[in-house]
């Protein structure tokens, strides 16, 4: 059994979101370069440069690595932290959607296209117009529409952006105030461009308030992910300093969104991330942790495990080992 066992030794990985096309699951995670440097709040500590993409025919074969897909040395627009990334797939074509440092320092998000799901990917001279922030989750919809989730606070920089304007000033809310939003955008046809403002998913407690800063068991900080089950849509984040994968779910892709528990507990490391996808009639959960370094933030290890529903839709939380 591979489950929550590491699926991938010979490179370091994080942040895998999972995919099935052609049959097969593809996994496109984060490659942590291992460098032993200490970590920040700002998370200097993940200096990854590229990506490598792995296929797995089935759950009980372990994942083969494709050969590297994309290099931040190939993205003109590229200085630094090739973080999380995503792909979505539409007529044949693949769209890896990525977030980066830009030549001031600033965090966008980029595309580069394949005609294979594994790559590599050719990357699109500049980043998404009126995009910033980190962790892209590009979600197809029903229709045809696709969406872009994102935004990662702290050194993803969400925290800085109101009305997506960036302020330096600007403070992670705590106490009372309600917490920093993730946030969506309906993507252009040919999903290289935001079609619309970037908007807050707004995540509800019990009694329909917006989740407040001080709620740090439930509130969002970053790796946000999309899915839809039974016409019900799920939008799943890390709490990041409570290490939390937590689920919500609503009746619009938009939402507002309704807190219904946990997905994972935390693992061991300090970053929890993660992605869900049905295969096979099946649902699993892959997320990361830092089994293979014994705990160092910056050298992490892939992972996946079985997820269950009940009957009225809440999710059974996993733990990671």
């Not at 955008?185 to 290289?192: P, R």
């Not at 407690?205 to 946000?224: C, I, V």
Request: hydrophobic share 30%; with cysteine; net charge negative.
């Amino acid at each position: 059994m591979l489950e929550k066992k590491p699926l991938i030794t010979h490179i370091y990985t994080a942040d895998p979101s999972a995919h099935v096309f052609n049959g097969k699951i593809y996994i496109y995670p984060s490659h942590d370069k291992g460098i032993d440097v200490e970590s920040n709040d700002n998370g200097d500590q993940y200096q990854m440069e590229d990506y490598h993409v792995f296929e797995m025919p089935d759950t009980e074969t372990l994942p083969r690595d494709c050969g590297l897909a994309l290099h931040q040395d190939d993205v003109k627009w590229v200085s630094s932290q090739l973080w999380a990334p995503d792909c979505a797939e539409k007529d044949g074509k693949y769209y890896l959607i990525f977030p980066a440092r830009d030549k001031k320092n600033f965090f966008r998000l980029g595309i580069a296209t394949s005609d294979k799901p594994e790559g590599p990917f050719k990357p699109e001279d500049e980043p998404i117009k009126g995009s910033y922030s980190i962790d892209p989750c590009m979600f197809k919809d029903d229709d045809g529409e696709y969406y872009t989730a994102f935004g990662g606070i702290w050194g993803g920089q969400l925290d800085k952006y109101r009305n997506n304007v960036y302020d330096e000033k600007n403070k992670e809310p705590e106490g009372d105030t309600p917490a920093v939003c993730g946030k969506i955008a309906k993507m252009t046809a040919d999903l290289k461009q935001f079609a619309e403002e970037p908007r807050d998913i707004v995540v509800l407690d019990e009694n329909g308030e917006p989740l407040k800063g001080k709620d740090h068991d439930r509130r969002y900080f970053e790796a946000p992910w999309i899915f839809k089950r039974n016409g019900k849509y799920y939008f799943t984040y890390s709490t990041g300093d409570t290490h939390f994968i937590i689920w919500t779910v609503a009746d619009n892709v938009y939402g507002p969104y309704t807190y219904g528990g946990k997905v994972l507990t935390p693992p061991l490391g300090w970053t929890t991330h993660h992605s869900i996808v049905e295969f096979k009639g099946k649902w699993y959960l892959f997320y990361h942790d830092c089994e293979l370094s014994g705990g160092v933030n910056q050298k992490r290890n892939v992972k996946f495990c079985s997820l269950e529903f009940r009957a009225d839709g809440s999710i059974v939380t996993q733990t990671p080992m």
